[in-house]
């Protein structure tokens, strides 16, 4: 008897871990841990803060916060199906506030932000980001693995030292087209592209 309890316990708890794994994560948990493949597509959508997206060799999605001691709100939403991920973060306080996002090295990123600074570190794959208002710095490592690059501002400055681009004022942007397989497209409303 006290076997099958046993068993039906820790049956349970495999069961509970794996819809944990598979299905919607929601709180506000600092850090905030969940798995995720490398090589996969992730989507985000950021309140407006301070961001930094990092590339790790760890197979997971890990999200911190800090700067902020009073920010019992943020809400992390983050749901995986296979190779394909989805994250919101919501609820963030307006001033001094910095997320720092670790995502597989190899990570296809689509990211938007209403206002901020966006910095996007060591990060190989597609790359499709936006910001309304504010700074976008990206390391894009080696020029010569995208097969499209553009960049652009409606108003302010585009700087893209490894594809010899700097350019300011209204409406500037560039396209170029390259030997490799990625594609990064690069936009912020109002402030300043930073491709490195």
């Known amino acids: 008897m006290k076997m099958t309890l046993l068993l039906c316990l820790f049956l349970s708890l495999l069961v509970s871990s794996a819809a944990a794994r598979s299905g ?42 800090s700067g902020r001691t009073d920010a019992p709100d943020v809400r992390v939403k983050f749901k995986a199906d296979g190779n394909k991920g989805t994250l919101q973060i919501t609820s963030c306080p307006r001033n001094n506030f910095q997320i720092t996002i670790d995502v597989p090295k190899l990570t296809h990123l689509h990211v938007r932000m209403f206002a901020g600074e966006l910095d996007v570190q060591n990060v190989a794959g597609n790359k499709d980001l936006e910001i309304d208002a504010g700074q976008l710095t990206v390391d894009v490592g080696n020029a010569e693995d995208y097969a499209q690059v553009d960049g652009s501002v409606t108003t302010g400055e585009v700087d893209a030292a490894p594809f010899h681009v700097s350019k300011g004022g209204l409406f500037r942007s560039f396209h170029q087209a390259g030997p490799g397989k990625y594609r990064l497209h690069a936009h912020v409303g109002a402030g300043q592209v930073d491709l490195n």
């Open 24 to 65: 919607p994560s929601a709180g506000n948990f600092n850090p905030f841990l969940s798995e995720f493949p490398s090589g996969g597509e992730l989507r985000m959508s950021l309140c407006s803060s301070g961001v930094v997206v990092r590339g790790s060799d760890e197979s997971q999605v890990r999200i911190s916060y």
